[in-house]
């Protein structure tokens, strides 16, 4: 049975995003990918199902070795997310701008 996993939990691991980092540059292999990690392969792979189960990546088999390619769109739905709190900062921002400037042109 495959669960999907929901996209922010999978990328609270600060693992799992490294290993989208990497793969930003192209698709890898779990061996590509394991190297410059203090987790071992096996972790790696975990890793790696949590994020397919994210649909953030996607496996493709190349003979004995599995090669993981980054699927960004789910990433649409973070930025929809953090869109919201951008927009509400910049407002507060500007308004905080307002505000000094006013109390510039008093002095």
Do not use: C
Not at 12 to 26: M, Q
Not at 54 to 82: C, F, Q, S, T
């Amino acid at each position: 049975m495959t669960t999907n996993v929901d996209v922010f939990s999978a990328l609270a691991n600060p693992i799992r995003r490294e290993i989208l980092v990497k793969l930003r540059r192209g698709p890898l292999a779990v061996t590509e990918l394991a190297s410059g990690f203090d987790v071992g392969r096996p972790a790696v792979s975990e890793h790696l199902q949590v994020l397919r189960k994210a649909k953030l990546v996607r496996e493709e088999p190349r003979g004995r070795e599995r090669y993981y390619h980054l699927d960004p769109r789910p990433l649409a739905e973070v930025e929809a997310y953090v869109d919201t709190f951008t927009r509400y900062w910049k407002e507060r921002l500007a308004a905080l701008d307002a505000v000094l400037k006013e109390e510039e042109k008093k002095r």
